[in-house]
């Protein structure tokens, strides 16, 4: 089993910065996938940006530019430095690990983000 838990979020303005971090722990050996996904009020989950194992990471176009995902290995741990942010990044942002034999996904509880304009 894998336990993921978030932490970071907040209240901030447009154009103010923020930093989520989230750390696995458990049989975390089996996980290749760290990724970070957001879900605002009445919209489908979507995923922001993934961190495979070996270095490739991925990004959402709405974010390219304004996030950078970066991952710790000896930590078990997986950042997501969020710049420039807009009013439309408000959502609830997840955690997510991926086991590497069955893709199965462990999520963290989420962490609130809210930009006011």
């Known amino acids: 089993q894998v336990r993921v838990v978030e932490s970071g979020g907040g209240v901030v303005q447009a154009g103010e910065s923020l930093r989520l971090s989230c750390a696995a722990s458990?049989?975390?050996?089996?996980?290749?996938?760290m990724d970070w996904y957001r879900q605002a009020p009445g919209k489908q989950r979507e995923l922001v940006a993934e961190?495979?194992?070996?270095?490739?990471?991925n990004y959402a176009d709405s974010v390219k530019g304004r996030f950078t995902i970066s991952r710790d290995y000896v930590k078990n741990s997986v950042y997501l430095q969020m710049n420039s942010l807009k009013p439309e990044d408000t959502a609830v942002y997840y955690c997510s690990a991926t086991r590497y034999y069955d893709s199965a996904k462990y999520w963290g509880q989420g962490t609130q983000v809210t930009v006011s304009s």
């Open positions: 961190s495979l194992r070996g270095g490739t990471v």
């Open positions: 458990g049989s975390t050996s089996v996980i290749n996938v």
